[in-house]
């Protein structure tokens, strides 16, 4: 006998006015249903980091799709797939009235079938229509993950499903774990991960393009890609990052435009796009020269923070009157940007040439790392064996299943499977995956 607990969710709940993450919750946590009938998730220190506020209830269930129901016999009073937090499983519905949530971005889909990407529930930076080819009107769409990694939309109206999107490992008979996850960098993608565990690989991503996402970068945030991933700038030495340990928290001026040294003038960044989308765009854009973009922003008679002349043939300028600038550079781009600052002007140093000069000063001779890392190798395999001996030689299974293990397991986000001999001795406790 062999029970494979494979994908366990709970979908926590957020009350869409409470727009707070969950905390995460430490090996000391516990999930408990209460004789009042609140499924209770309390942490380390016996806080309460969640209720499901279900008075009355007095059954709570895991069905096989993966479902937790709690109800109180003739109702069900709550359901995690009815309350999605940042995660959709196969086969959960995500109908017209449910969001996805992660920090200040939402996805939802519209009565017509649009699914869009929102930030602040304002500035819709990434939407996709049905397929204009299918020409109904549809009465209550519906979004689903299929197993085999298609998202589908299906509605009364529409037989069969329309195909939204699909992972670019979908196949019928491939053994993966397929999640729609909404990630804090405000891009959804689909999740593969292999049944046996491991890695969670993206197969899908609304937003090709990172940088596109809005406010990534924070306020006055510059996004730009470096060989291997995405980094967060300021648009020059005017500006302070507000954590300079996380870039993605933004950067602010170091003198705000109410108390320059004399006028405030206007910082030109190259290769550069201030975003703006929906529904500030159709108010933000101009038909006005490259040099006009620039002035009109300094002493327009409208607000104005920066500025953007996209200098792609079609002569339009964005004048932010928002001071939340989000912005992308790139050499690919032909736009040029402007943001308004106090002089004088501290243009960023040329970055590529700054960081190649570092290392080279900081060059260590090869025979000294060959020595340092075979040192630290030896090093941790004497280690490792010590440990060994000293705590894993008399001791068979290595403790069975602990719920700590469990938690290390859910930190990593891959799914996990246990013998039911592992699950016997523990069967008051429940293991459950907390997408959150
Ligand atoms: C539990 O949550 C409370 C309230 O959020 C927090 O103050 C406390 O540090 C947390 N304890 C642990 C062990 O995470
Ligand atoms: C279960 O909950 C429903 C809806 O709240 C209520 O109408 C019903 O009376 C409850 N049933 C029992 C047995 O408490
Ligand atoms: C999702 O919707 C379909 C069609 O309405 C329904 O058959 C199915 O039971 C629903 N699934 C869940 C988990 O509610
Ligand atoms: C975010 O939304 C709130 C409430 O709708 C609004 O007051 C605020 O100005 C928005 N922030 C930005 C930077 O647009
Ligand atoms: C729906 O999406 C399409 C793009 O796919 C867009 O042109 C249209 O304006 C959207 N409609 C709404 C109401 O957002
Ligand atoms: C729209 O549907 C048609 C016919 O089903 C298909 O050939 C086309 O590729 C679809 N377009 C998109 C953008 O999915
Ligand atoms: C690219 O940026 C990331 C994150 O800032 C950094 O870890 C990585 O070393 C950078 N790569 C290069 C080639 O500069």
């Known amino acids: 006998m062999f029970l494979k607990i494979q994908f366990l969710f709970l979908t926590l709940f957020l009350a869409a006015t409470v727009a707070t993450a969950i905390d995460p919750v430490d090996s000391g946590g516990s999930l408990r249903f209460l004789s009042s009938g609140s499924l209770r998730l309390v942490n380390g220190s016996g806080a309460t980091v969640w209720d499901s506020g279900t008075a009355g209830a007095t059954s709570a269930a895991l069905e096989d799709s993966g479902n937790l129901v709690i109800s109180n016999g003739t109702s069900i009073l709550w359901s995690s797939f009815d309350n999605p937090t940042d995660t959709l499983v196969p086969t959960q519905n995500f109908s017209v009235r449910k969001v996805l949530t992660s920090e200040s971005y939402v996805f939802s889909l519209s009565g017509i079938g649009n699914l869009s990407l929102k930030w602040n529930n304002s500035i819709v930076y990434w939407t996709q229509g049905l397929n204009s080819s299918v020409n109904v009107n549809l009465e209550s769409p519906v979004l689903t993950l299929a197993s085999i990694g298609l998202l589908e939309l299906s509605d009364v109206n529409l037989s069969p499903p329309v195909l939204v999107a699909y992972s670019s490992d979908y196949d019928k008979n491939a053994n993966f774990f397929r999640v729609l996850k909404l990630d804090n960098d405000g891009n959804l993608r689909i999740y593969s991960t292999n049944q046996g565990g491991g890695t969670s690989t993206v197969r899908w991503a609304a937003v090709a393009d990172q940088c596109k996402v809005y406010a990534y970068c924070g306020n006055y945030g510059v996004c730009s890609y470096n060989d291997s991933s995405t980094v967060c ?68 008679s409208r607000a104005c923070f920066a500025s953007t002349s996209l200098s792609d043939g ?23 940007s402007y943001f308004k600052v106090c002089p004088p002007l501290a243009p960023n140093p040329p970055s590529s040439s700054a960081e190649t000069v570092r290392e080279r000063g900081s060059k260590v001779p090869a025979w000294v790392v060959v020595v340092v890392v075979l040192g630290t190798l030896l090093g941790l395999v004497a280690l490792e064996g010590g440990l060994w001996m000293w705590c894993c030689r008399n001791n068979k299974r290595f403790g069975g299943l602990s719920a700590q293990y469990a938690l290390l397991e859910y930190a990593s986000g891959a799914p996990v499977q246990f013998s039911y001999k592992e699950l016997q001795p523990h069967s008051n406790l429940l293991v459950l995956y907390v997408y959150t």
């Open 233 to 300: 700038g300021c648009p020059s030495e005017n500006f302070e990052m507000v954590d300079p340990n996380d870039g993605r928290k933004g950067c602010r001026r170091k003198v705000s435009l109410d108390s320059c040294q004399g006028s405030a003038t206007m910082l030109t960044l190259d290769h550069s796009v201030v975003l703006s989308y929906l529904p500030e765009a159709s108010s933000e854009t101009f038909f006005i020269g490259l040099s006009a973009c620039r002035t009109n922003c300094l002493s327009g």
């Open 314 to 336: 079609t002569g339009q300028c964005v004048l932010r009157s928002v001071d939340f600038v989000s912005g992308y550079q790139d050499p690919s781009l032909p736009s040029t």
